[in-house]
Each structure stands twice: as structure tokens, then as C-alpha cells.
């Protein structure tokens, strides 16, 4: 996780990424249990699926937003891409998926 934790992204990278997300869904709701072991577990798991996610926070949750976005990327390295409103955007490269699926950012 060394190498995704000095992950950072140019503004173009994140604009190009931020485009991506817009017609995502967010796959991880983070509710009042806050950021509990079981939702970094999903959370991981879908970061590895996709590399490129939509987290909710749902308007029960014990974080404020900003905190939570810190938060999710210092425990899983990925990357914030940006916070609208209660919607958090991650990205993080996989490279154990195959090159052709994986998100190819500029320079």
C-alpha cells in the first residue's frame, strides 16, 4: 500500500476522473456506525473491483464529511478525487486488473 498512499494526482488527472465518476453510482454507505471495520472491508473490495468509487454518507453518520474523505484515504491510500455535497469520489489503480479494463489517466 506504500506506493497508492503517495498517490497524487495532477488537476487534469482529477478532472478527467471527476467526468468518470458523474454517471457512477455510489457502491459504500457510510451510515451511524460510521467508518466501521466491516465498511473499510467493502470498501477495499470495491476499490479493487473498480478503482474508481462512489462512497455515500448518509445523513446519520457520526463524521463530518470532509473528515470521512480524509479518513478514507488514509486508511485505504486511495486517492480523493473530490466531496460533493454527502458524496465522497476514490480512486485507486489496481494493477492486478487486466491493462484493457483498467482507468488510463494522462500525464
Do not use: F, W
Not at 457512477?24 to 474508481?52: I, N, Q, R
Not at 446519520?60 to 454527502?86: D, K, M, S, W
Request: charged share 25%.
Amino acid at each position: 500500500m506504500d506506493e497508492a498512499n503517495e498517490l497524487n494526482l495532477t488537476s487534469g488527472q482529477k478532472k478527467m476522473l471527476r467526468g468518470l465518476g458523474h454517471h457512477l453510482e455510489p457502491v459504500v454507505y457510510v451510515g451511524k456506525e460510521g467508518l466501521s471495520p466491516a465498511l473499510l472491508a467493502s470498501l477495499e473490495a470495491a476499490l479493487k473491483a473498480h478503482e474508481l468509487i462512489k462512497v455515500k454518507i448518509g445523513q446519520n453518520c457520526p463524521l463530518e464529511r470532509n473528515a470521512v474523505g480524509e479518513e478514507l484515504t488514509r486508511t485505504t491510500g486511495a486517492a480523493l478525487v473530490q466531496i460533493i455535497g454527502r458524496t465522497v469520489l476514490l480512486y485507486r489503480p489496481n494493477p492486478d486488473i487486466p491493462k484493457e479494463k483498467r482507468l488510463r489517466l494522462s500525464s
